[in-house]
């Protein structure tokens, strides 16, 4: 079964600029998979295509075999998303981002409530429940994002650049976090612009430079050959 399924995907941006030129890209289900490329290859267009924040200008793109152009709101049910940007309303409190995150699932609070309790205790956010997310530091910044995103189960985690101005132990420990929710059988796939970062967790991975693919093999292929 493919997680995610794209295939000669194009984006041309309204003022004409074609940042995706007919890419295609398959990602098995279980897989951790890397996007490597440089600032403005296209990835975070692509993870927006993916994820229906963004129209395409021609392809298709299936998640678990859901085309987007026929059942987008299936499709994106299947997908948790870490943009890289903050996000959050700051005056909400961080559990109770996590119970709305869950509200739009349309999880009942009976759900919610232990989702978001099991959430926080694993990302070390416990003590910082009844906070306002504004007053979160960075790092724990991300791990709300992680969380939020993983509230409604997804069976594939999407992360655009998670570690990006992120110090050695958070993201050592955001590693160890992924790695494990991987095993347990979640799909992910990270954009990054750092090949260390997919060296250590990816096993397969696709660069893109400038909207187009121009290698897709498995990490140990790719490392025996740098
Ligand atoms: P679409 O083709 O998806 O409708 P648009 O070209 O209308 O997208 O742009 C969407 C938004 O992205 C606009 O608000 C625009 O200001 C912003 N934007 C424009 N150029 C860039 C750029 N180079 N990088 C990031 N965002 C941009
Ligand atoms: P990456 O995530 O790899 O850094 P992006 O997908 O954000 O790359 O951007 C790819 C290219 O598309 C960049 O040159 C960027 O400036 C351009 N771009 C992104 N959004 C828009 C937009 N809304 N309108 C026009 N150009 C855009």
Known sequence: ??????????????????????ISLDVEQGDFFALLGPNGAGKSTTIGVVTSLITKTSGTVNVFDTDL?????????????VP???NFNGFEQVKHILITQ??????????????ANELLKQLGL?????????????????RLMIARALVHKPKLLIL??????VDIELRRSMW??????????TTIILTTHYLEEAENLCRNIAIIDKGEIVENTDMKSLLNRL
């Open 1 to 22: 079964m493919k997680a995610l399924s794209i295939n000669n995907l194009s984006k041309t941006y309204g003022n004409g600029f074609k940042a995706l030129e007919q």
């Open 69 to 81: 152009d026929e059942n987008a709101e299936l499709a994106k049910s299947y997908i948790g998303l």
């Open 84 to 86: 890289q940007e903050f």
């Open 102 to 115: 869950a509200g739009y699932y349309g999880m009942p609070a009976s759900d919610a409530e232990p989702r």
């Open 126 to 142: 416990w003590e910082k429940r009844h906070t306002p997310s504004r007053a979160l530091s960075g790092g724990m910044k991300r």
């Open 160 to 165: 655009d650049e998670p570690t990006a101005g």
């Open 176 to 185: 160890t976090f992924l790695r494990r929710i991987n095993k347990e059988g």
